[in-house]
């Protein structure tokens, strides 16, 4: 089953934060994740939630999100992330397939 990581990203330092786009985009894939949004203009239809930056990624399964977020490659690109900005996120199971 397919799952998605969504974050929704507030950034306040934008330089640092171009060195994580920078970075992330390989360790993504490494991990057979790809963008299905990355930063595209939004419109809020219904509520409160003010987004930002929405980014949405699509991983084959659970466990590839998993490793992705939990791999220590990551954790010093994912540092960059957690100075340059304050994000949200979560990761959702997708529809099973028949």
Known sequence: MKTYLIANINIHD???FADYAAQVPGIIAKHNG???VRGG???VVEGSWQPQRVVVLEFPSR???DN???DPEYAPIAAIR???AHTDLVIVDGVPTQ
Do not use: K, M, Q, V
């Open 68 to 70: 992705f977020i939990n």
């Open 82 to 84: 957690h100075e340059a």
């Open 41 to 43: 203009e939004s419109e």
């Open 14 to 16: 934008g330089d640092h």
């Open 34 to 36: 790809r963008y299905l």
């Open 63 to 65: 466990h590839d999100a």
